[in-house]
């Protein structure tokens, strides 16, 4: 079968295989690796070094010519002195071979037909202001794109240097960079990460450079790899490779043929990734009418127009979680579900945690809080129900921070403690627990009861669990653990903390620099709505029931983006097989 025709009829199998990765990339699809394109992207390589991708031509000189060349241009080298007698290589063994060869074509050793391992160092004198300077992070991942063109005048660096000739290819070594590889079209110096390669008997750079971008060569080359923080391939595991060699005027066609397949690859790709962003953006435009709608029934007919295309909308693992955020947003704004003209309002239930806070504080069961300041009007971020108010987080609380470690004071009994790592999003884990020493009189100033809301007080901004586990446990000083006043549930206040980490909110309150934490009185001052009680518990029910539903879809979409993902596999081994 003609690649191109693989490609075209197998179009939606390469275009709709997605990974979702757990870092952000590009655009609104930055967090989707195209798993289908990489695959085509890589089995027109495998294609191309089989021998596979060009047909054969009779007339050519057979690579065993070429070998021969080889031979005596490195003999001359010698004898002129210009290069060193190269180390006799071993013969390549039949376990070596991975897969048969058209005829014409020869295995042989990298280091054989290139002087891997044996690039020039730059000197001072080589490098001048508009000397190319070249290192990994300006080579793209999978394509090998130059990303970035600079100058040693617009990037001075003074570690050491290798220099490089036009026409080298050049490797970079570096696990997990061992696909960045690309022929220098002009003179430079790179990073000591990168090896120039010349190749001998005028192989064709381009067609090298194919060599080293392989899936078997990356296989060799990642299980060849030493070093523990930086791994990378050595020289002679490098010069030891074992590489196909097509005859020279079949290397020109195969560079050729592979250029414009990838070409094709490439706008795939950019369609791909326009589709993408495009669908995102379109999800995010007709969820943003929900927040913005003025009342009920404008909120009906916003909602009527997605559920209309809700199977079409709603087929990505981005698109889920914008529409869960749009659920938060709906539930703290009082559009979630109806308002209840019999329901006591939120000013009531600010005036009865009043009398209970007065109450605690006559009784000596906690210190009288200092009055908090008033609620600007650019506080305030969005229009709430009439019935509801707002509110200081300390208004409605109680917290404070846990025990600090301090060895100093290795003093008392020996009790099980929560970590900052135990509390992730809504569930907290008990499987990985430490002790520390907590004096009698500090046991129920620490310890956990069941409903305490634990929030963090560094890294992700309101990440938050609500404690309910069984034993005996204490927290310590990096998280805040918050009480509530009037049997409020910690739940409704985790929902605003959730909101407000995904739209950036929280994030305002953090301080310092390197290490950004949410200080106490930065969280005391935190401004929240405040809803009536009885519809606190109404929007826990629809808010658990709405984000189950997304969490179903999600699962659906994860299991059939797994069997997408199995397509492209099994299209790559038959064509190759």
Not at 291 to 308: C, F, H, K, M, V
Not at 492 to 500: E, Q
Not at 505 to 512: I, P, S
Not at 524 to 534: E, K, R, S
Request: with cysteine.
């Amino acid at each position: 079968m003609a690649v191109e025709k693989l490609i075209v009829d197998h179009i939606d199998t390469w275009t709709t295989a997605l990974q979702t990765r757990s870092t952000a990339g590009r655009g609104s699809s930055g967090k989707i690796d195209l798993y289908g394109i990489k695959k085509l992207r890589e089995l027109i390589l495998e294609l191309a070094v089989r021998g596979k991708l060009v047909p054969q031509d009779q007339n050519d000189e057979p690579a065993s010519e070429l070998l021969k060349r080889i031979a005596a241009e490195k003999a001359e080298l010698v004898k002129q002195g210009k290069i060193k007698k190269p180390r006799p290589l071993p013969e390549i063994s039949e376990e070596e071979k991975p897969f048969e060869l058209p005829v014409g074509w020869e295995w042989t050793r990298l280091g054989f037909i290139s002087n891997y391992g044996f690039c020039d160092k730059a000197e001072p004198e080589d490098v001048t202001s508009d000397t190319w300077i070249l290192e990994l992070e300006d080579i793209e991942k999978v394509t090998s794109k130059l990303l970035h063109k600079v100058t040693f005048a617009e990037r001075p660096f003074k570690s050491s240097k290798n220099r490089f000739s036009q026409g080298d290819v050049l490797y970079g070594k570096l696990r997990p960079y061992l696909d960045k590889v690309i022929v220098a079209n002009e003179p430079g110096v790179c990073t000591t990460e990168i090896i120039p390669i010349t190749s001998y008997g005028n192989i064709y750079p381009e067609f090298l450079r194919l060599l080293l971008k392989a899936p078997n060569f990356i296989i060799y080359a990642n299980s060849s790899t030493h070093g523990m923080n930086l791994p990378r391939l050595g020289t002679e595991k490098a010069q030891l490779a074992v590489v196909e060699l097509a005859p020279i005027q079949e290397q020109l066609r195969i560079v050729s043929r592979v250029n414009k397949l990838m070409s094709l690859c490439d706008q795939l790709e950019q369609h791909s990734l326009t589709s993408l962003d495009a669908h995102q953006q379109l999800v995010e435009t007709l969820l943003t009418t929900l927040t913005d709608s003025q009342n009920a029934e404008e909120l009906a007919e916003n909602w009527a127009r997605i559920s209309e295309h809700f199977d079409t909308l709603f087929t990505t693992e981005a698109s889920i979680d914008a529409l869960k955020q749009t659920i938060l947003q709906l539930a703290v704004m009082g559009k979630l579900v109806p308002q209840d003209p019999n329901d006591e309002p939120a000013s009531e239930l600010l005036k009865r945690i009043a009398q209970e806070k007065a109450q605690l504080v006559k009784d000596g069961k906690m210190k009288k809080q200092k009055p908090l300041p008033p609620i600007s009007d650019e506080e305030k971020p969005f229009e709430i129900p009439t019935n509801w108010e707002w509110v200081r987080f300390g208004t409605i609380t109680t917290s404070r921070l846990g025990k600090m470690l301090d060895k100093a004071k290795n003093k008392g009994t020996p009790k099980k403690y929560i970590r900052n790592v135990n509390v992730q999003w809504d569930n907290i884990y008990i499987d990985d627990v430490n002790e520390m020493k907590f004096e009698d009189n500090e046991l129920s100033e620490f310890i956990l009861r069941n409903g305490d809301l634990l929030i963090c007080e560094g890294g992700e901004p309101g990440r938050c669990a609500i404690w309910n586990k069984p034993g005996e446990f204490y927290f310590q000083k990096a998280l805040h653990r918050v009480r509530t006043f009037c049997n409020i549930p910690e739940k409704i206040l985790a929902i605003h903390l959730k909101n407000d980490s995904s739209n950036g909110r929280l994030a305002n309150l953090f301080t310092g620099v390197t290490i950004k934490h949410l200080p106490g009185d930065k969280l005391q001052q935190y401004v929240i709505p405040l809803m009536p009680l009885n519809e606190q518990t109404n929007i826990i029910e629809k808010l658990n029931l709405l984000l189950d539903i997304c969490d179903s879809l999600s699962k659906e979409i994860k299991s059939a983006q797994q069997t997408q993902l199995h397509l492209p596999d099994a299209l790559t081994d038959a064509a190759i097989n």
